[in-house]
């Protein structure tokens, strides 16, 4: 039984690899969206995704090796560019249909290589931002962390504007929820949230909370916080989906800080910052694995912007089936708001 009414693949971008993983040669077997897949980086640096299989006698164009700006299948020799055209056969110039491989749109941005998906093969219509409005002012390199999760892509994102279960999951003590806002430009959506939060405990200490949840697409979001308290901080959380196939999806966690005046605490922050994005995520994911998708939740007024998300989502599925129950899910929650 199909546990999600939507696709597992859902169209935009998505991360494959780290730029420095992918040195000029290198070649990479993936395995993604439910497909065998090949990376690779030509020798004047472009990163290019080709369908894995050689459509000669079928061997993984992953355990082959770059020549130049193509790749060879380790069978045969045949050469493929990076628009997945046989360009080379060494031992015949005489050959009948021209082979090719699917090949797909890459992007290589924020030392991150990703890939378009588009379940009818569209080019893609809009890009990935550089993150330089926030790491251009002093911040620390990424710490990395990753999982592999049995869930979809839409419902880890979906999390992000439950206001609840900030509370109930991860314990976090608000005093007070200042405002919240939803904003959505075509593929973008961006939630800010202030809030108090407490902690010190019989010592009643507050701290100012912003946030700006910000996702474009279903598999790259930019979580950006600032803590105004006895110390001032700025933290920023990238958040990388990729599905893998119809149960699992790979989840990339990247935090960083922005550069204090005092001493030794910014590499403290930073460590203690990535072990609670860490716990965070660990204690969303017996959760994500377990939970089933209710296509008529019963939401209440404090639950945050869960339909505006499953209605910003709708285009991410090319499928009228999908968005049609997509759809009748957002009337069903229209009537739930009102219990």
């Excluded at 439910?34 to 459509?55: I, M, N, Q, S, W």
């Excluded at 639950?303 to 009748?328: K, P």
Aim: a negative charge.
């Amino acid at each position: 039984m199909k546990r999600f009414p939507f696709s597992s693949f859902p169209n935009g971008w998505f991360r494959v690899a780290y730029s420095k993983e992918l040195t000029p040669g290198k070649v990479m077997p993936l395995y993604y969206f439910g497909k065998h897949l090949v990376l690779f980086r030509t020798e004047d640096g472009t990163p290019c995704v080709l369908d894995a299989h050689c459509p000669h006698m079928g061997a993984h164009l992953g355990y082959g090796q770059v020549e130049g700006n193509m790749i060879r299948c380790p069978f045969h020799h045949w050469g493929f560019n990076q628009d997945g055209n046989c360009i080379n056969v060494p031992y015949t110039n005489k050959f009948s249909p021209k082979p090719r491989i699917h090949s797909w749109p890459v992007c290589e941005i924020n030392g991150l290589i990703m890939v378009y998906h588009h379940s009818q093969g569209k080019a893609p219509t809009w890009k990935i931002p550089e993150l330089s409005r926030w790491t251009a002012n002093g911040w620390t390199s990424f710490k990395k962390h990753h999982w592999k999760v049995r869930t979809h892509v839409q419902e880890v994102a979906e999390n992000s504007m439950d206001n609840a279960h900030f509370v109930y999951v991860h314990k976090l003590a608000y005093r007070a929820l200042i405002d919240t806002s939803l904003e959505v430009d075509g593929p973008i959506l961006t939630r800010h949230i202030k809030s108090k939060l407490a902690w010190g405990g019989k010592l009643g200490i507050e701290e100012d909370c912003s946030q700006e949840f910000t996702y474009h697409g279903l598999g790259y979001g930019v979580i950006y916080s600032s803590l105004k308290s006895i110390v001032d901080v700025s933290t920023l959380v990238v958040i990388l989906l990729t599905p893998i196939d119809e149960e699992y999806v790979d989840v990339h966690l990247l935090f960083s800080v922005q550069n204090l005046s005092i001493g030794l605490l910014t590499p403290l922050l930073h460590l203690k910052g990535m072990a609670d994005c860490i716990e965070s995520m660990e204690q969303e994911i017996p959760i994500f694995e377990n939970k089933i998708f209710v296509k008529e939740p019963l939401l209440s007024e404090g639950e945050g912007s869960i339909m505006q998300y499953r209605r910003w989502v709708q285009q991410f599925y090319s499928d009228e089936a999908e968005q049609s129950i997509t759809l009748n899910n957002l009337a069903c929650l229209q009537e739930n708001l009102t219990l």
